[in-house]
């Protein structure tokens, strides 16, 4: 029986006596040896193995080598690690080389590090949304070519390329696939192929049911995929195509007003459209499915572009702001326009017209921004009514950067074109007014950027490399950049008022939308 501060019997351990614990002990000690030796048995064993056999790749000895190579090689095998060992094959794959070279005449070692540091920095860039292509250089217009052909009488309002498939919108409620060449450079200059056609029926109007477009169709836009496409226009209809044989698979009626724009995420069947209706909505082509809409801009939301984050940039007409969308963060940055674009000092200040000197404006006030493109995502540019090409950045407010008049003006109406009198007063009615910008694109992640308007040029610009400046490249078709333009008299002709340049145009009139694709390796 135990007390309070005794320990219980049964909690007592017995002791052992001395003799028993060392014959265990000893007894211990034969089992481990046993175990060691037949350890040791077996590595030599193996090794003998490995040695006068065909064992695995590591152990292969190459042929011609000598014994005390043979033992080296073996003995520094033995104990180390996987990582050592391919650490070691590395290290003897460089001195390999390094010798090579050397007996060539060029250090491969010095070039392979620059080539990865390059390529290390490119992904780098390429993760985080950034420009990192310089292209602009290396581009020849002087060489470049062209292929005109014609889809119908009617005017093209949009186009969508996933090569090598082009998709094109007419007024009449058409759409068109066809099928260009993406052959290896030169591209041959042929005609692309008509593939398929679709067209719509006014008529039909007052029937919900209609798996067509009852009014012209404004936009379209191609997944990246190539496995849908989304049509939009005045009817207020979003229709979702199938790629492959233009049949509709969806009808989206959302929208309060008619679809101006539509823009895929990058690399998702993600899709944003905006509207007249002041919103923009985004939709899951995946599962065919309505997500979100976007509220914020006081006028009707004229463009739309977006890359490969989940977010959007839009401008709003005559509200005159861009807004960029941050979908995950239910945010939004607003940058605002509406400054003047002072006009660019010319050689002469004054145009002659019917013998009396008339002063150009000093600057043009931008009354609308129609258009939008993204360089990065952290970069984009918009054109204005004014004619003006602006640069904005995440980090800035304002403009980082604006080419005003960027596609020159348009010679003043002449007094008997404004005039409904038989002597009409040689009084100029005007003054020469900026060409919109009506068309923008650029390559992603690029530092090129083409612009279009109503003179039938496509220009060609290019960032700086300080992502602070536009600089004009050229214009696409023709051989020389322009040395002179804005009004000047020497670009004007007495006959009809047009400029000589406008003679070699690659479009006869407005170009409405421009769409790049990339051939060739990276």
């Keep these: 029986m135990s007390s309070f501060s005794t320990t219980p019997a049964s909690q007592k351990k017995r002791k052992r006596d001395d003799t028993s614990a060392a014959q265990s002990s000893a007894k211990k000690k034969k089992v ?4 060691a030796d037949s350890k040791l048995t077996s ?5 003998d193995e490995s040695i006068s056999g065909s064992g695995s790749e590591d152990n292969e000895i190459p042929l011609g ?13 033995e104990d180390e690690t996987g990582a050592e060992r391919r650490l070691r094959l590395a290290e003897r794959y460089l001195e390999n080389i390094k010798g090579e070279t050397e007996t060539v005449g060029f250090d ?3 070039i392979d590090r620059d080539l990865i540091a390059e390529r290390l920095k490119e992904d780098a860039a390429a993760t985080k949304g950034r420009l990192y292509r310089h292209i602009a250089s290396d581009l020849d217009l002087s060489t470049s070519s062209r292929t005109l052909f014609r889809a119908d009488t009617q005017s093209t309002t949009s186009v969508a390329v996933c090569p090598p498939y082009a998709y094109t919108l007419l007024r009449k409620k058409k759409k068109k696939k066809k099928k260009a060449t993406t052959k290896s450079p030169p591209l041959a200059r042929r005609r692309p192929i008509k593939l398929l056609y679709s067209r719509g029926n006014k008529n039909e109007t007052q029937n919900p049911k209609y798996q067509h477009h009852t009014a012209p169709i404004l936009t379209v836009a191609a997944s990246s995929d190539g496995k849908y496409v989304a049509t939009g226009g005045v009817d207020k209809r979003l229709i979702i195509w199938s790629a492959a044989d233009l049949k509709p698979l969806r009808i989206f009626t959302q929208h309060r007003d008619a679809v ?3 823009a ?8 944003y459209s905006s509207s007249k209706d002041r919103t923009i909505k985004t939709w899951s082509l995946d599962e065919l499915g309505y997500m979100e809409t976007l509220f914020g801009h006081q ?9 490969s984050l989940e977010r959007c940039v839009s401008v709003g ?3 005159r702001t861009a807004r960029l969308w941050k979908v995950v963060e239910e945010s939004q940055l607003v940058f605002r326009g509406g400054g003047t674009s002072e006009k660019r000092k010319m050689n002469i200040k004054e145009t002659m017209v019917n013998g009396e000197a008339t002063s150009l404006k000093a600057s043009y006030s931008e009354g609308s921004i129609d258009r939008v493109a993204m360089i990065d995502e952290e970069t984009f540019i918009t054109g204005s009514d004014n004619g003006s090409i602006s640069l904005w950045s995440l980090h800035k407010k304002k403009p980082v950067f604006t080419v005003p008049v960027a596609h020159g003006l348009d010679p003043a109406l002449k007094p008997e074109e404004a005039s409904a009198e038989v002597v009409p007063s040689p009084k100029v009615p005007g003054e020469p007014q900026p060409r919109w910008i009506t068309a923008l694109a650029t390559v992603p992640y690029s530092d090129l950027i083409l612009s279009g308007s109503w003179d039938g040029q496509a220009r060609v610009w290019r960032i700086s490399e300080d992502k602070k400046r536009i600089e004009e490249v050229g214009v696409l078709g023709h051989a020389h950049v322009e040395a002179e333009r804005n009004g000047n008299v020497d670009d004007l002709e007495a006959n009809d008022g047009r400029r000589k340049e406008d003679q070699g145009t690659i479009v006869r009139g407005i170009i409405n939308d421009i769409e790049i694709f990339e051939r060739g390796d990276r």
């Design 264 to 271: 895929f995420r990058r690399g998702t069947n993600q899709l």
């Design 317 to 319: 007409a005559r509200d």
């Design 108 to 110: 491969a070692e010095e």
């Design 43 to 47: 590595r030599k064993t193996a090794r």
């Design 65 to 77: 080598a000598n014994d005390n190579e043979v033992l080296s090689s073996v003995s520094e095998s």
């Design 260 to 262: 101006t724009s539509l």
């Design 32 to 35: 481990t040896l046993k175990r």
């Design 299 to 307: 006028d009707e939301v004229v463009d739309i572009a977006a890359l």
